[in-house]
Nanobody
């Protein structure tokens, strides 16, 4: 499957953005999806995950209550709604897909990655 992330940009602190990740292929509903982010000079960190059905989500403590992951399997797309953005949210955001096995916070278990979209939050 190929993943294409979009929706990043420059936003002021306290603002909102919605990231999208469009997937190719007919078996999108078989993939558990996740969002990760990587700031300059730092490791790639888990942000959120969503199960294949969308019924189960998980979030990093740093974004809990501010970010919401969702998906539309009919459109082969997963979303990350980001509210109350902070300067520390500035990073390149990546979507990732894992076939059949459950969602995870560990980047190494994901099978496919999107190219990343830059999110910059100005204070």
């Amino acid at each position: 499957v190929q993943l294409q992330a979009s929706g990043g940009g420059l936003v002021q602190a306290g603002g909102s953005l919605r990231l999208s990740c469009a997937a190719s292929g007919r078996t999108f509903s078989s993939y558990n999806m996740a969002w990760f982010r990587q700031a300059p000079g730092k490791e790639r960190d888990f942000v959120a995950s969503i199960s294949w059905s969308g019924s189960s989500t998980s979030y990093a403590d740093s974004v809990k209550g501010r970010f919401t992951a969702s998906r539309d399997n009919a459109k082969n797309t997963v979303y990350l709604q980001m509210n109350s953005l902070k300067s520390e949210d500035t990073a390149v955001y990546y979507c990732a897909a894992r076939y059949r096995y459950g969602s995870s916070e560990y980047a190494g278990v994901y099978d496919y990655w999107g190219q990343g979209t830059q999110v910059t939050v100005s204070s």
